[in-house]
């Protein structure tokens, strides 16, 4: 294999042989293929192709019992643990409102999927993976041991497809947000934020005036965003446990969100990686990728909400945090303390 070659499938499983604890997105990055190829190489081995659709399987899922729903970014990793339940699909979007597995899903985004069992000490371990058409995974779902076996080896059985190649071509990478919009009208984009009733409005404001988050961000004016320090993150997390107040956590990609809300207590620094490690919520967060950390202030119907929105060095969004609330009501007082407590970004130091 040369630097302009591409490995093929014999020689993408001798580079995990050879590596057994490098993670798989580390191998496919150092191999220049995706994680979907890396798994494809394993094709009549340790992995099945099956029926990528999204809405298939959210019909299928709470069949599995409770497992380990796990979606990410390059920079944040979200894991789940409980059943699939309260599912609705949709052409756009598809939903999944269980108290622990909280999906936005959005099936358009949704291209391959494989079965995918290894070897654990004396143990097998079983999953479902799903790709997006360049070979990212979009989100995976990893049994436990309560987890329904049978069920698992029914939907493999049904959603097994004729295709069982161990070759994987990916899609042309898909096009970048949208860049600054050289003529945004700041007062315009006060106007219609103050106007918001709701945070999911933001998207279409966003849309409506043809300017990505970063640059809302930094032009919206303090009153509504203001940027925080780098530390900000953890000190929230350890604020928020200590209070035993509830909160929101949003990680996605272009096919996934996936949303914990409720208390977090085991806050771990390890490396560059800050983690959660609470009995149902795991959370693996890159620190050295954020970029930029913002608080932001969005009205709504109930009083301005508040959150925490960190963003990679491309402006686009790694993480986000809320505090827990009903609809229906104002934001926790307890949470805005502690959002409007967290260090600011000190800009003097780099003028």
Request: hydrophobic share 40%; net charge negative; glycine share 8%.
């Amino acid at each position: 294999m040369t630097s302009t070659t591409r490995p093929t499938p014999a020689e993408i499983r001798a580079c995990r042989a050879q590596n057994p604890k490098m993670r798989e997105r580390d191998i496919a990055a150092q191999l220049g293929v995706s994680e979907a190829a890396l798994v494809a190489a394993e094709v009549g081995l340790t992995a099945i192709r099956i029926d990528g659709g999204a809405n298939r399987f959210l019909e299928r899922a709470p069949e599995l019992g409770t497992v380990m729903a796990l979606t990410r970014n390059e920079s944040a990793v979200h894991e789940k643990i409980g059943p699939f339940i309260k599912a609705s699909t949709g052409e756009m979007a598809s939903i999944v409102l269980g108290e622990e597995i909280d999906l936005r899903v959005f099936p358009r985004a949704w291209a391959h999927g494989f079965a995918v069992t290894k070897t654990d000490g004396d143990s097998l371990r079983h999953s479902l993976q799903f790709f997006d058409r360049q070979g990212v995974a979009i989100h995976k779902v990893h049994l436990r041991p309560e987890s329904n076996l049978d069920a698992y080896h029914a939907i493999v059985a049904d959603f097994r497809i004729e295709d069982q190649s161990q070759e994987f071509v990916e899609d042309a990478p898909a096009a970048s947000g949208p860049a600054d919009n050289a003529a945004l009208d700041i007062a315009e984009l006060r106007d219609r934020w103050s106007k918001m009733t709701d945070t999911h409005q933001f998207h279409g404001l966003l849309r409506n005036l043809k300017v990505n988050r970063r640059q809302a961000l930094h032009s919206i004016g303090e009153d509504y965003a203001w940027q925080l320090s780098p530390s900000a993150v953890e000190q929230m997390m350890h604020a928020s446990a200590e209070a035993g107040l509830p909160i929101m956590c949003f990680v996605g990609n272009h096919g996934m969100i996936q949303i914990h809300s409720g208390p977090i207590a085991t806050i771990q620094q390890m490396g560059p990686w800050l983690n959660i490690f609470d009995p149902t919520f795991h959370l693996h967060l890159r620190g050295d990728h954020l970029a930029e950390i913002w608080a932001v202030r969005k009205p709504t119907a109930d009083g301005h909400v508040t959150s925490l929105e960190a963003l990679d060095a491309k402006g686009e969004m790694i993480i986000q945090f809320f505090g827990k609330r009903l609809e229906g009501f104002a934001e926790r007082p307890e949470w805005r303390a502690i959002m409007e407590g967290l260090e600011k970004l000190d800009t003097t130091a780099a003028a």
